[in-house]
């Protein structure tokens, strides 16, 4: 790496809730929209585990 590279901005990771939307191109935002897409699936493959471990418990205790 270059000290040149040392002084651009670095692009985010990830995506800001709230961010300002303007600056980013079509593809960019195809982008951002995967990636959200991505991170719902996650969130709610997680979701379903925990409802799952939380019903096992309730249904072991109630016997």
């Given at each position: 790496?270059?000290?040149?590279?040392e002084?651009?901005?670095?692009?985010?990771?990830?995506?800001?809730?709230?961010?300002?939307?303007s600056?980013?191109?079509?593809?960019?935002?195809?982008s951002?929209?995967?990636?959200?897409?991505?991170?719902?699936?996650?969130l709610?493959?997680?979701?379903t585990?925990?409802?799952?471990?939380?019903?096992a418990?309730?249904?072991?205790?109630?016997?």
């Amino acid at each position: 790496m270059s000290f040149l590279d040392e002084d651009r901005p670095k692009k985010p990771a990830g995506h800001e809730l709230g961010c300002d939307l303007s600056l980013l191109s079509a593809d960019e935002l195809t982008s951002r929209i995967a990636l959200l897409r991505e991170e719902i699936e996650r969130l709610e493959a997680e979701r379903t585990r925990k409802t799952a471990g939380r019903q096992a418990a309730e249904s072991f205790f109630k016997s």
